[in-house]
């Protein structure tokens, strides 16, 4: 079965840093696109970045625009999302997604990726 496993979530200070890692258990991942969301207490999951199979596009949420990076390292069939500039607005669970086909112009969106992981947990605390 198809795993997408995150991890390196953790709590964090306002300011600081983190990495998450998306490691996908079949190297067919390799030519997917990925993304990642994230869902916070009471709210609906919501768009973060995305990154195309080869790494050379991505796209990013106004809200951690300039702040995190996603990245692919297709060898490790893996996706990462460096996140900096900490806020406490991004305490959520973070969520990584892919699929064969994301349609560009609907990349931010929930129903375009059919697989997903179980979550990680970031807490930024003030």
């Known amino acids: 079965q198809v795993q997408l496993v995150e991890s390196g979530g953790r709590l964090a200070q306002a300011g600081g840093s983190l990495r998450l890692s998306c490691a996908a258990s079949e190297r067919s991942f390799s030519n997917y696109a990925m993304g990642w969301f994230r869902q916070a207490p009471g709210k609906e999951r919501e768009f973060v970045a995305h990154i195309n199979w080869s790494g050379t596009s991505t796209a990013y949420a106004d809200s951690v625009k300039g702040r995190f990076i996603i990245s692919r390292d297709n060898a490790k069939i893996t996706v990462y999302l460096q996140m900096n500039s900490l806020k406490p607005e991004d305490t959520a669970v973070y969520y990584c997604?892919?699929?064969?086909?994301?349609?560009?112009?609907?990349?931010?969106?929930?129903?375009?990726?059919?697989?997903w992981g179980q979550g990680t947990q970031v807490t930024v605390s003030s």
């Open positions: 997604a892919a699929d064969s086909f994301v349609r560009t112009f609907r990349a931010r969106e929930v129903s375009e990726y059919g697989y």
